[in-house]
């Protein structure tokens, strides 16, 4: 799978990047917290990241204003497993550099998404990027398995936290599977065991073979 970079056209419908964050601090912070042993863990918020002078500028400017939470997905992963969305852009910062796998809200048909159309983009450690409301997208991977990945989250306050209570009057409720995030499951993950709605069609992409294992 040929893995584009994020200063690469192909990266302008799907986010742009950020210029004029300063991540030092926040860096810092991220390190502080450990990897998992396995696999990937995310938290919507996170004190030590919200207490870092950048989130003023995340929340007054990059956002105009808007409440923000600022949480972190770290670990080790190669794998698409799924694909999610929200009514707003997610700004992502990461210690090192990592892979994005990113497709596009339109592409999707009846609940369904082929595979075929996801693109992969690599973002540099320290480099901010927006991704649009309109992308899908889902946990990072990691470009050296050894160092894995340590990527902030930045999003409107209470997205990614419990799901509210709603019928099911629409396709894309369906999707709905935490607050202001609707999610397709690819059948082999997890989360589609766990009964997210399996909206992936074709290879669940794995980038195994083409990182760097230290």
Sequence with gaps: MKIFSVYDDDFRPYGKILDGVAAGELAVAMMAISLPETGTAY??????LEDCGVFQQFQNSIYGGMPIQIGMCWGRNTKLDCLEYHRDSEVNIGTDDFILLLALESEIEDGSLDTRKVKAFRVPAGVAVEVYATTLHYAPCHTNEETGFRVAVVLPKGTNTEKPQIDTV?????????????????????????????????????????????
């Design 170 to 214: 629409s396709k894309e409720d369906r999707l709905l599977w935490a607050r202001n995030k609707w999610l397709l499951a690819h059948p082999e993950s997890p989360e589609a065991e766990s009964g997210a709605w399996v909206g992936l069609v074709g290879d669940n992409i794995d980038l195994n073979k083409q990182m760097d294992h230290g």
């Design 43 to 48: 938290r919507p918020t996170i004190a030590s």
